[in-house]
């Protein structure tokens, strides 16, 4: 699935506050937006160190108003197990956002991340807009973790352009930081100063 792209809308369980709930991306639309992230299995090695820097960091995306929604094709048996193994044996221990069951794969399908002849996904990122539109994705190998800092400075620069049409954020741009014109004479200003 490509950025530009409307996200495609899902309805499923998830875990979340040690209790089996329903989540629907569309429930979001107009109102949040949406860093979805998909990851192979539970009680692996990686998946762990990204889901807990999520969630350990979910307050700086609950301030630039996001949602973070976690998936994976495991149960949700299997992730309200995760969630109650302590952290220091490999489990998460509480988390901060719903972490999503795809058990039947269909959502992973959907945005292109899922690898057939082993049924998981790969580490597919995908940061939606409060219009349901694909602003950004990443897919990362199974062996290469994600950046929460990256993904944090991502949605920053797309809020950023969102709120100013008329500008574009250049490489490494972080709030705060000089923007751009995507004009070849305004261009000047910004080159002009770096």
């Not at 999520?54 to 094709?73: Q, T």
């Not at 929460?148 to 008329?166: F, G, H, I």
């Not at 705060?176 to 080159?191: I, Q, R």
Request: hydrophobic share 40%; charged share 25%; aromatic share 12%.
């Amino acid at each position: 699935m490509e950025f530009g792209n409307t996200a495609p809308d899902f309805e499923a369980e998830a875990v979340f506050d040690q209790e089996f709930i329903k989540v629907k991306l569309s429930e979001y639309i107009g109102k949040k937006y949406v860093v979805l992230f998909f990851y192979p299995l539970d009680f692996t090695f990686v998946c762990p160190t990204e889901i807990i820097a999520f969630s350990d960091r979910h307050a700086e995306f609950e301030e630039l108003d996001a949602e973070i929604l976690g998936v994976s094709v495991d149960s949700v048996f299997s992730h309200l197990a995760w969630v109650q193994t302590d952290r220091k044996s490999g489990g998460l221990g509480d988390l901060k956002y719903p972490l999503i069951s795809n058990i039947t794969k269909s959502i992973s399908k959907s945005y292109g991340v899922l690898i057939p002849d082993q049924g998981i996904a790969l580490r597919g990122l995908f940061i939606i807009d409060k219009d349901g539109v694909i602003q950004h994705s990443t897919i990362n190998n199974l062996a290469i973790g994600r950046s929460v800092d990256e993904t944090k400075r991502t949605l920053q620069a797309l809020q950023y352009v969102q709120e100013n049409p008329d500008e574009v954020c250049p490489a490494g741009w972080k709030p705060g930081e000089k923007s751009m014109k995507p004009d070849p004479k305004l261009s000047k200003e910004y080159f002009a100063a770096v």
